[in-house]
């Protein structure tokens, strides 16, 4: 089934730890996101990646580096964990311009202690 | 000032009755406009897209634009009660490669 992948599902992770937050797309979009979600603030964007290869900052990228060495994958890496973290990540993918929306991952749950 | 504004909800609906959404944005030069639902503990789910003044129907759903005030609304009739979700309105502008700003949400709650 075409769509998103995202793991873990869930994790609880201590302070000052690093941890990488997966994603893979199967559907063979050029543009590929990661967003926070929290309550009251809605979704924010980390960052972003507009075609292989390349990387920009969203509105929130402090904390927070991805890559994307293929069109494909588009992992989320936390270098050093701090509580203010703790958020529901989703990753997302479109065709180039965003014109039909996005496709979301079903999200991880991270819980920073 | 937020750039995709929402009202948090929540909206209480009848079921059976019409739920009606808005979301207003502040830049003028959007081109594309959606709507995504989401229930509790899920990911959001793309139900309506809109591009050109006016409406825009799918079955239950009517999505509404109005690019001079800046505002885009969606209906649902005949609400049931597995519509109660948090509608996001979505909004994306030709200068921003397709980088979606989203609102905050609307909760929705249908009782029987």
């Known amino acids: 089934i075409a769509g998103i992948t995202q793991a873990p599902t869930s994790q609880i992770l201590a302070a000052g730890r690093r941890m990488t937050l997966r994603c893979t797309q199967d559907m063979r979009h050029n543009a590929m996101y990661w967003y926070r979600q929290d309550l009251g603030l809605g979704l924010r964007l980390i960052h972003y990646?507009?075609?292989?290869?390349?990387?920009g900052k969203g509105e929130v990228p402090d904390g927070y580096s991805v890559s994307r060495a293929n069109t494909d994958d588009f992992p989320l890496t936390l270098a050093s964990a701090v509580p203010s973290q703790t958020s529901v990540y989703f990753c997302?993918?479109?065709?180039?311009?965003?014109?039909?929306?996005?496709?979301f991952g079903s999200g991880t749950r991270l819980t920073v202690v | 000032q937020k750039e995709v504004e929402q009202n948090s909800g929540p909206l209480s609906v009848p079921e059976g009755a019409i739920a009606s959404l808005n979301c207003t944005y502040s830049?003028?030069?959007?081109?594309?406009f959606f709507w995504y639902r989401q229930y509790s503990g899920k990911s959001p789910e793309l139900i309506m897209s809109i591009y050109s003044n006016g409406d825009k129907e799918d079955g239950r759903f009517t999505a509404q634009l109005n690019k001079a005030s800046q505002y885009v609304s969606l209906l649902i009739r005949d609400s049931q009660p597995s519509d109660s979700a948090t509608y996001l309105c979505a909004v994306a502008s030709t200068d921003s490669w397709g980088k979606l700003q989203f609102g905050a949400g609307t909760q929705v709650v249908v009782t029987p």
């Open positions: 830049d003028r030069v959007s081109q594309s």
């Open positions: 990646s507009n075609t292989a290869g390349t990387t």
């Open positions: 997302a993918s479109s065709e180039t311009g965003g014109r039909r929306g996005y496709t």
